[in-house]
């Protein structure tokens, strides 16, 4: 085959039909408009270049939609060649996702875009949304907000940003009721909230679950809450690598309890063997920390109201008052004259 022919495959044939065909699904929620997640089981490929490029997230895997069907089948190029060639016609070959539409104008470079949104504040969207749906405590928002890595994002989003180790705003972790994504333009390093000179790194996969962990850790002293926002660039290992130079330092892998989290741990373990520290495996007793944040909260709201009182269910609904007891004379009579034996 030609080298105009293979460019033709390749500009036509989409990833995705490959991934279609082998069993796989899009991950909606974990989706964005550059980076559409499949998912077979435990198995994960990121979809981008609008289709025509894919990478492996669990391992080094990369390429175009030639070496997509290798990785899937385990064949040649030219058993791969064929694959390819036999869903030029297919139904298969169609878009299986549509992203969300934009929040908001996307042509102003990075740093205006961050610099026009305002901080969160008491009462705003944001801060319901953290606060609210999220269980945040204050204490730990206001941390964030001291250190300046959170904005209000559109219709009650948080933008939580990732710094490079100048300090500088790369892009951010966009997340709402309704909406997930990452800044255009932009590059996920890490997003950091503690001491930069911290001699406990814990690495978690999104920057609510960084929060929320140094929320049920108190913001313990001497940590470093860290996120990588779900993916693994040479420029995060390149940050964690820079954080991580100390052997007294501690490298605390807080992903996710799944497998995916647990191929983020075993990085970071092989990473921290490599630099020579301290490592140790943080596994969430949910499926995330602010999943088991929430838990906690909930815990708590439910023995603060059997402390305080008689429990809810037992509680008089409201507007249902007892009915007033009639007044009664010495001999037990009513007003009308009527005697009125009252029980006890």
Known sequence: M?????????????????????????????????????????EIIIITHEGRGWFDPLSDAK?????????????????????????MSSKLNIQEWTPPERLGPQNRGLTERWGARRRPWPGSATWRYLCGERTLPATVLCSAIEQDVLREGPYGSMWAAHTDDGGNVCGWEGRGPEWRGFAKGGAKILFRLGPCHALRLCV????????????????????????????????????????????DLQLVAATDANSQGDAYAHRLRTLAEEIGCNWLRLRPQADDWNEVLNKRE????????????????????????????????PAGRDAGGQVRVMKD
């Open 2 to 42: 030609k080298r105009h022919e293979l460019e033709n495959l390749k500009e036509k044939v989409l990833c995705g039909s490959l991934l279609a065909r082998a069993g796989y699904g899009v991950d909606t929620k974990e989706s964005t408009r550059r980076a559409v997640k499949w998912r077979r089981g435990a």
């Open 63 to 87: 390429g175009d939609v030639f070496s997509l069907a290798i990785h899937l089948d385990g064949g040649t190029f030219i058993a791969a060649l064929e694959s390819v060639a036999s869903l």
């Open 204 to 247: 978690t996969e999104a920057a609510i679950d960084a929060m929320s962990l140094a929320a049920i850790e108190g913001m313990r002293e001497g940590t470093l809450y860290l996120s990588t926002g779900g993916g693994w660039s040479p420029a995060t290992e390149a940050a964690i690598r820079t954080l991580a130079t100390r052997s």
């Open 298 to 329: 909930r815990q708590r709201r439910e023995r603060r109201e059997e402390r305080d009182g008689v429990p809810h269910s037992r509680r008089p609904r409201k507007g249902k008052l007892r009915p007033a007891l009639p007044a009664l004379d």
